[in-house]
């Protein structure tokens, strides 16, 4: 993102990403739209000729709202915008964005992912090029012990998704 562009994202994101995208961006000239995630149409009318991104939560951290991925994916497609989701509530177990067309998936690896609570750090997936082209712009990298426990932490992680996606 450079300055002058926009974001539409969901008022209910988590807080961190709330922060972020109402606080830290605004200083550099990015600004964001905050709209109801539920309604795609809400979202596609807060598109602007400068809008980059459409970011979404599989599930609002804290509230559970659920979004219409697929509704989303299309507007994003439809506006050659990018589709940035966070599927931390949601795991990589219980919901694969990628699959439905999402261009990068955010993942906090301390939540499911990690297992054991026992890292703290992040995860962004997606293409080889996305990745490759954030990497190159940012040199964002993990250190050693966290990549070695993360691992070992999924290894684990699915009984207690699969226990809070139980009926």
Not at 66 to 73: H, K, L, N, R, T
Not at 105 to 126: C, Q, R
């Given at each position: ?16 990403t ?6 830290e ?6 600004e ?20 980059k ?5 599989t ?6 709202k ?8 299309e507007i ?16 990589p ?10 261009d ?23 293409s ?10 940012r ?22 998704c699969?226990?809070?996606c139980?009926?």
């Open positions: 993102l450079s300055s002058g562009d926009h974001i539409v994202a969901s008022p209910d994101v988590y807080g961190g709330y922060g972020l995208l109402t606080e961006l605004p200083r550099f000239g990015i964001t739209t905050m709209t109801d995630m539920r309604d795609p149409a809400a979202y596609e009318a807060a598109i602007q000729p400068n809008t991104i459409l970011y979404i939560e599930l609002t951290n804290p509230v559970l659920v979004c219409d991925i697929p509704a989303m994916v994003a497609k439809r506006h050659n915008l990018l589709c940035i989701i966070d599927n931390t509530f949601a795991s177990w219980a919901c694969q964005p990628l699959s439905m067309g999402v990068l998936v955010i993942h906090s690896t301390t939540k499911y992912l990690g297992g054991h609570s026992d890292i703290i750090g992040g995860a962004v997936v997606g080889k090029e996305l990745i490759a082209e954030i990497s190159r712009a040199c964002i990298w993990w250190k050693p012990r966290p990549s070695q426990l993360l691992p070992l932490g999924t290894r684990h992680a699915n009984t207690p699969s226990n809070a139980a009926e």
